[in-house]
């Protein structure tokens, strides 16, 4: 975890998202939260993550998605380097 992001801020707004409780909600959330092009941002970072894991290459998903190179190259980093985050959501996705 990246020490300069755990703050009681960020504390406050993940507890915030914890709290949702439906798709709805968390639409009328981030919708107010967030503008449109940040949370289409970041819907399409996660749809980046979601077809390098599926083995997609980065002209497929470019064309697919509209992310530049950048973009995926930065997610890449992310599923290879982070803090496996996406790996925890991709496992709790695929048992529903």
């Given at each position: 975890?990246?020490?300069?992001?755990?703050?009681?801020?960020?504390?406050?707004?993940?507890?915030?998202?914890?709290?949702?409780?439906?798709?709805?909600?968390?639409?009328?959330?981030?919708?107010?939260?967030?503008?449109?092009?940040?949370?289409?941002?970041?819907?399409?970072?996660?749809?980046?993550?979601?077809?390098?894991?599926?083995?997609?290459?980065?002209l497929d998903i470019?064309?697919?998605?509209?992310?530049?190179?950048a973009t995926i190259?930065?997610?890449n980093r992310s599923?290879?380097?982070?803090?496996?985050?996406?790996?925890?959501?991709?496992?709790?996705?695929?048992?529903?």
């Amino acid at each position: 975890m990246n020490k300069k992001i755990k703050t009681p801020a960020v504390d406050h707004l993940f507890d915030a998202v914890l709290a949702l409780q439906t798709k709805e909600e968390c639409y009328s959330f981030f919708e107010d939260l967030c503008t449109v092009n940040e949370l289409l941002s970041l819907s399409q970072r996660f749809e980046v993550a979601s077809m390098l894991k599926s083995g997609r290459t980065y002209l497929d998903i470019a064309e697919k998605t509209g992310a530049s190179t950048a973009t995926i190259s930065r997610v890449n980093r992310s599923l290879n380097y982070g803090s496996d985050g996406y790996e925890l959501v991709f496992q709790r996705l695929d048992t529903k």
